[in-house]
């Protein structure tokens, strides 16, 4: 099954209010296709994450926004560059920041590891199918369960969260990056929404007194 541009932002709905838009599905993609696979072939300079998390991150975020005939997608545009420029430039000695650093390298660990818990195999390993199931698996919303207990909330220890709960996080915020870094890009800006820029009129050419509605006289 080939993840159309409408497909997965169905998936990522739940994680950002945007509009869906009706996208053209195989054969738009299959045209796209060669075009798509240069891009992927080239290597990733990664200055936060490791090579294997770059091509991790750099296959996720292209499922989530797939290149098809109109425009390029997440991997034309950049997105992994973009997300691993960010998070490089995020200093460590700031305790909020590198918790984000370190959610991030936990994210694509965790993806990695319920790959491995359903496949046997690490998610690039998996086939299109099965990659494509454990996105809809992690897209899901987070369902809040609450268990009883006596003890008053201010002394209740924080559950362990489960590796698809963590994965379910870290798709909201993969979803969120990805949108932002590509509709900012030039293939999102200038192809995908077709944005001309600012063109100065050479001629105003004024109205046509035929088309003006007629002024009654006293």
Not at 12 to 21: D, E, T, V
Not at 26 to 48: C, I, K, N, S, T
Not at 98 to 122: C, I, Q
Not at 204 to 215: C, E, N, Q, S
């Amino acid at each position: 099954m080939t993840l159309t541009r409408r497909d997965a932002l169905k998936l990522a709905a739940a994680a950002a209010a945007m509009p869906l838009l009706p996208r053209p599905a195989e054969a738009g993609l299959a045209e796209a296709a060669p075009a798509a696979a240069a891009v992927a072939a080239r290597p990733l300079a990664a200055r936060f994450f490791t090579a294997p998390e770059m091509k991790l991150l750099d296959e996720l975020v292209e499922m989530i926004i797939p290149a098809d005939d109109h425009s390029g997608g997440a991997r034309a545009a950049g997105v992994a560059t973009y997300i691993d420029d960010r998070l490089f430039q995020y200093d460590p000695a700031i305790p909020v920041l590198k918790e984000d650093r370190d959610r991030w390298k936990a994210g694509l660990a965790t993806v990695d590891a319920l790959a491995r818990e359903t496949s046997g195999k690490a998610f690039l390993e998996t086939t299109p199918a099965e990659r494509l199931a454990l996105l809809e698996r992690i897209a899901k919303p987070i369902e809040k369960q609450e268990l009883p207990t006596e003890e008053p909330e201010e002394r209740r220890k924080p559950a362990v969260e489960k590796p698809e709960t963590v994965g379910q996080r870290f798709f909201v915020e993969l979803k969120s990056w990805t949108v932002r870094g590509y509709y900012g890009s030039k293939v999102g800006i200038h192809e995908e929404m077709e944005y001309k820029g600012n063109r100065p009129i050479v001629e105003f050419a004024g109205i046509d007194p035929a088309t003006l509605p007629k002024i009654p006289q006293d």
